[in-house]
Every structure is written in C-alpha cells, then in structure tokens.
C-alpha cells in the first residue's frame, strides 16, 4: 500500500509499481521480476556484482581517513570506476576477470567528495611512481602556504595544515586488504615548504594491488592543551585517489587467511591493531565460480559464434599492441642511425645537384620542342605518332 506524506511526497507499492522519493523527486519504478538468464546475461550480472562489491570494500577501506565527510554522489563514482577497470582487461574476457587483470588507471583522480575536490585545494602537482624493487615513491614540489593550498577558511582561523597519505594494498582473491603506510607532512602557516620525496618502504603482501589516496587536513589549534584538531566538514574535506598500481606476482591460495591469523596473533601479543583485514560482503570469487560454463552444459551456436568472435577481437587488439611495441623498440633503436642517414642524403643531395640542374634544364627543352611538333602535325592533319603521345583524329 503506497502513502502520502505530508509534504504530498508517495511512499510504498501500488500494485505492479513502487513509489519513492529521491533528493527532492518523486520516483515510479516497476517491481523486480525474474527472467531466465542466458549464459551472457549471467556474466554481465556477475560481473556488475563484483564491481560493486569490490568498490564497496575499497570505500570502507579509506573511510578511517576521509570519515564521512563525502558528499552524497560519491558511492555512484566508484563503482562506474572500477567496473571501467574491470573491462578494460586484455587478458581475460567477460566471466573470466577480475580486478587483478583491468586497467586501474580509470582509479586516479577519483574523489571522495566532489564538494571540495583534491585537485582544487591543492594547487601543485603530485607525482607518484614505483620501483622496480617495489618501492613507492610520492615526489612533492615546493609548496608556498597559503598560495598553493586553497581552503574557505580565513588565514587568521588556520594553524596548521597537514597533507596525509596513505597506501592500501588489496588481494580480491584471497578476499583481505592491509594497511601499509601513512607518510604524513606538516606545513605550518606562511611557511615555504621545499621539494621532498616520500618514499613508502618495506615488504608489499604478494597479489596485492596497491592504491594510495591523499588527503589534506586544515588544523586548529587548541589552546587548551596545545593540540590541534582538524576542521575539515561535510563541505570540506578534499581526499582522493592519487596512484593505482596493478599486483607484481601471484599469491597462492589461503596466502590471505594465513597471513591475517600470523599478523592477527602477532597484533594481540604487542597489544597494537591488525592492519590486515578481510574483505567482508566480497562477491567477485562466488561470482566469477556462478559465471563459468558448468560441466556438461550444451553452449548454443549463437552463444558459440559470440565467444569465438569476443576471442578474435581480443587477439586482435593483443596482436596490435605487440605491433605497436615493436614499432617503438624499431624506432629507439634506429634514432642513433638518424643523424648518419641524414648527413650522407644531403652530401649526395649536394653532390648531384648541378647536374640534375642541368638535366632539368635539357629534359624541358625536348618536352616543349616535342609539343610543338605534335600540335603542328595535327593542326595538318598529320599523324604524331612518332612523338611521345599518339594523337589520332577520328
């Protein structure tokens, strides 16, 4: 039974229909019914539940940091952005992949709250990269206070500012992500804070993907006890994916549980928190099991010929890649050669040039001489023939 309240908003089920409201609308949906799903509808619902569960689980991961301050939108960015991962795999098609095997670069620039992006609050540019030991690095420029960080509050208000940031790593397959570091910098008011590198050592878990957001805090200062707290609100609170790096190896199977109960066991022993957690509510695995052809089942011809298709398509683009590399590593190797080339070409260039001149010269001369007699010949009635072009009158 649906009702009206008192704002003259409906509420509830109407027969075949359901009425609710959403950011001031009202909103008529149809009730959910169940169909029966092909083989490719199975995957695509597979698939979108694992993006969602996978997105879920990454905004719980930095929720500690960003609180919940975000603005209402933001659950609404996330999942579009890891499901534009997940497709974009080369490797593995549709019922096959994972986030382990996407493009997450479709995760930088992700903010967590659109109200006060990240981009807009801090004025310089950021660079975040990974060695090949396994290091990441995070490259500050020089930061001037307060021309390169822009925040509503007034100078007189602000005591301190404090840029944080922090790496996760993520293993969907083994279901658990681990905090790894937080590297934080204090910038104090009016102060110029010179170039820096922040380099995040020490072991990365195996299988993990890794992902690091950056977040900006304005302090106040208590001047009770001496601290500061930050001031940051609903309508302020700039944070955001800044880096995303796929995993360097493969785990083994229970690598996740056994190392949540050693580092678990060790937390409880020195009386500190577990960084490693398990990913709970994560469906991507039980999906990616519902979504495989099952033993014995008849794939239809239609069903058959989009497969074949899907993987031709795919070798396809892996086949142009490759070209294209090649192409690159060609063209790298050939640079030093570039110069050589060039200089031989203009010295024969130079060499040759007073007697192609002079040919030139000669070559005209015949073509016009040949022109001529053969524009006499017909305006005679002559035949031609004998000269370059054959004119025949009919």
Same mark, same amino acid.
Not at 331 to 355: F, I, P, R, S
């Given at each position: 039974?649906?009702?009206?309240?008192?704002?003259?908003?409906?509420?509830?089920?109407? !027969?075949?229909?359901?009425?609710?409201?959403?950011?001031?609308?009202?909103?008529?949906?149809?009730?959910?019914?169940?169909?029966?799903?092909?083989?490719?509808?199975? #995957?695509?619902?597979?698939?979108?539940?694992?993006?969602?569960?996978?997105?879920?689980?990454? /905004?719980?991961?930095?929720?500690?940091?960003?609180?919940?301050?975000?603005? !209402?939108?933001?659950?609404?960015?996330?999942?579009?952005?890891?499901? /534009?991962?997940?497709?974009?795999?080369?490797?593995?098609?549709?019922?096959?992949?994972?986030?382990?095997?996407?493009?997450?670069?479709?995760?930088?620039?992700?903010?967590?709250?659109?109200?006060?992006?990240?981009?807009?609050?801090?004025?310089?540019?950021?660079?975040?990269?990974?060695?090949?030991?396994?290091?990441?690095?995070?490259?500050?420029?020089?930061?001037?206070?307060? %021309?390169?960080?822009?925040?509503?509050?007034?100078?007189?208000?602000?005591?301190?500012?404090?840029?944080?940031?922090?790496?996760?790593?993520?293993?969907?397959?083994? #279901?658990?992500?681990?905090?790894?570091?937080?590297?934080?910098?204090?910038?104090?008011?009016?102060?110029?804070?010179?170039?820096?590198?922040?380099?995040?050592?020490?072991?990365?878990? /195996?299988?993990?993907?890794?992902?690091?957001?950056?977040?900006?805090?304005?302090?106040?200062?208590?001047?009770?006890?001496?601290?500061?707290?930050?001031?940051?609100?609903?309508?302020?609170?700039?944070?955001?994916?800044?880096?995303?790096?796929?995993?360097?190896?493969?785990?083994?199977?229970?690598?996740?549980?056994?190392?949540? #109960?050693?580092?678990?066991?060790?937390?409880?022993?020195?009386?500190?928190?577990?960084?490693?957690?398990?990913?709970?509510?994560?469906?991507?695995?039980?999906?990616?099991?519902?979504?495989?052809?099952?033993?014995?089942?008849?794939? %239809?011809?239609?069903?058959?010929?989009?497969?074949?298709?899907?993987?031709?398509? #795919?070798?396809?683009?892996?086949?142009?890649?490759?070209?294209?590399? %090649?192409?690159?590593?060609?063209?790298?190797?050939?640079?030093?050669? !570039?110069?050589?080339?060039?200089?031989?070409?203009?010295?024969?260039?130079?060499?040759?040039? %007073?007697?192609?001149?002079?040919?030139?010269?000669?070559?005209?001369?015949?073509?016009?001489?040949?022109?001529?007699? !053969?524009?006499?010949?017909?305006?005679?009635?002559?035949?031609?023939?004998?000269?370059?072009?054959?004119?025949?009158?009919?």
């Amino acid at each position: 039974m649906a009702t009206i309240d008192n704002k003259g908003g409906v509420h509830g089920k109407a !027969g075949s229909v359901i009425y609710r409201s959403y950011r001031g609308r009202n909103i008529m949906q149809g009730l959910p019914r169940r169909f029966k799903q092909t083989l490719a509808s199975r #995957e695509s619902a597979g698939e979108f539940g694992m993006a969602s569960s996978a997105a879920k689980a990454i /905004r719980q991961a930095f929720q500690p940091f960003y609180h919940h301050y975000y603005d !209402g939108a933001m659950i609404n960015r996330v999942t579009p952005a890891v499901s /534009r991962c997940i497709r974009s795999s080369r490797t593995k098609r549709r019922g096959e992949r994972d986030l382990h095997d996407g493009d997450l670069s479709f995760l930088q620039g992700l903010e967590f709250n659109e109200n006060s992006p990240l981009s807009g609050a801090l004025q310089v540019k950021t660079e975040v990269s990974r060695h090949e030991a396994g290091q990441v690095v995070v490259t500050l420029p020089r930061i001037t206070v307060p %021309k390169d960080l822009v925040t509503p509050f007034k100078w007189n208000r602000v005591h301190q500012y404090r840029l944080s940031f922090v790496l996760v790593g993520f293993n969907f397959r083994e #279901e658990f992500f681990e905090y790894l570091w937080e590297k934080t910098v204090y910038l104090e008011t009016e102060d110029i804070a010179e170039a820096q590198e922040l380099v995040f050592e020490g072991e990365v878990p /195996r299988g993990c993907l890794l992902l690091m957001m950056a977040k900006l805090d304005c302090m106040e200062r208590n001047y009770y006890d001496g601290g500061y707290s930050s001031m940051n609100s609903a309508e302020f609170c700039p944070a955001g994916l800044i880096a995303a790096f796929q995993s360097a190896d493969e785990a083994e199977k229970g690598y996740g549980t056994e190392r949540l #109960e050693t580092n678990y066991d060790a937390a409880v022993a020195e009386g500190r928190v577990c960084p490693i957690l398990p990913i709970t509510g994560y469906q991507g695995n039980r999906f990616l099991a519902r979504t495989r052809i099952p033993k014995g089942y008849k794939m %239809k011809a239609k069903e058959r010929q989009r497969r074949q298709k899907q993987e031709e398509t #795919e070798q396809a683009l892996l086949k142009r890649l490759e070209e294209k590399k %090649k192409s690159a590593a060609g063209q790298v190797t050939d640079a030093g050669k !570039g110069d050589v080339v060039k200089t031989t070409m203009a010295k024969e260039e130079g060499v040759n040039l %007073k007697g192609s001149a002079a040919d030139q010269g000669a070559a005209d001369q015949n073509t016009a001489d040949q022109r001529a007699a !053969g524009l006499g010949a017909a305006d005679q009635g002559k035949d031609a023939s004998g000269l370059t072009g054959t004119r025949v009158k009919f």
